[in-house]
């Protein structure tokens, strides 16, 4: 079943392009019409397409990986950050930090920075500090906080973009091909999709719109973190089952050994061999009965003694 349908978004503007002036012919495949001089976005694609990228962004957060939502124009700003941080997955709604991604180690030190300052403050080291020193850690702290807030938790690189606007966010979109991390975006009919793995058609300039799109892919991301957390649930079951499992094999182990194995200080005597006696080698017991005259014999001596 899709995640949005047609009559959602046409509701919301989806549908409404540039001025055909304006417009980039690459988009031309995802073109319904033209009417009044601009371009109409054929929605039915971008059902499609937004069911294509939700089912990525979906396996990637059940496996457990970051997606970076950038969006610093006016209109997206708020709603970025409020359906990420439902899903609690980082954003840039601010300036894009140059390098961001690209020299991410430099980014990652100032992210520390900001968090060593927070621990002067918890340790009571902050209040030690002259007065002019303690307005230029506070202003120091606001900033990184604005620019780099929303993204103290990511410690590498994220897995995946979706950028608002990839006209305004070119240099974020730069980075991720660079990288050749995959990017899912909005895209305008002034735009270039080449560069995009992931190409949603929809008016990028309107809040209803990009609510609409942002709503059924975060609710996405949500269903993936879902299914991660029953698979660990039930990893963990198994896990504790076959703990058990051996505990039990031990102990009966255990009790067989103490029926077989005699108790301590109680000691055995050892059997006595007895040897039996038998008859030599070669020799054979032969036994013949005396003739007549022997007998005659014996009896005459027995006389005479």
């Known amino acids: 079943m899709p995640r949005t349908n047609f009559q959602e978004l046409l509701d919301?503007?989806?549908?409404?392009?540039?001025?055909?002036?304006?417009?980039?012919?690459?988009?031309?495949?995802?073109?319904?019409?033209?009417?009044?001089?601009?371009?109409?976005?054929?929605?039915?694609?971008?059902?499609?397409?937004?069911?294509?990228?939700?089912?990525?962004?979906?396996?990637?957060?059940?496996?457990?990986?970051?997606?970076?939502?950038?969006?610093?124009?006016?209109?997206?700003?708020?709603i970025i950050a409020e359906k990420a941080k439902e899903v609690n997955m980082p954003y840039v709604t601010e300036r894009w930090p140059g390098g961001m991604l690209t020299n991410f180690p430099t980014i990652r030190k100032a992210v520390k920075k900001m968090n060593t300052i927070d621990k002067m403050i918890t340790d009571g080291t902050f209040e030690t500090l002259a007065k002019r020193e303690k307005l230029q850690v506070t202003r120091q702290r606001a900033k990184l906080e604005k620019n780099l807030g929303s993204i103290a938790d990511l410690n590498r690189l994220p897995s995946a973009l979706f950028i608002v606007d990839i006209q305004k966010e070119s240099n974020a979109l730069k980075e991720a091909k660079r990288l050749k991390i995959p990017v899912i975006a909005m895209v305008d009919t002034c735009c270039d999709p080449t560069p995009v793995d992931y190409v949603i058609p929809a008016n990028d300039d309107a809040a209803k719109s990009i609510s609409v799109v942002v709503a059924a892919l975060c609710s996405a991301v949500g269903e993936g973190l879902a299914e991660r957390k029953v698979e660990k649930e039930k990893v963990a079951a198994e896990e504790e089952k076959k703990s058990k499992d051996k505990e039990m094999e031990k102990m009966e182990e255990e009790k067989k050994n103490e029926i077989d194995v005699p108790t301590e200080g109680r000691k055995l005597r050892p059997r006595r061999s007895v040897a039996r006696a038998t008859p030599k080698e070669g020799i054979k017991a032969t036994f013949k009965p005396a003739s007549k005259g022997e007998k005659k014999i014996e009896k005459v001596e027995k006389k005479e003694e």
């Open 12 to 78: 919301a503007g989806a549908h409404f392009g540039h001025l055909k002036r304006k417009w980039n012919p690459k988009m031309a495949p995802y073109i319904f019409m033209e009417k009044n001089g601009i371009h109409i976005i054929d929605l039915h694609k971008t059902v499609f397409m937004i069911d294509d990228a939700a089912n990525f962004m979906k396996n990637l957060a059940r496996s457990g990986r970051k997606i970076l939502f950038v969006a610093t124009k006016k209109q997206a700003k708020d």
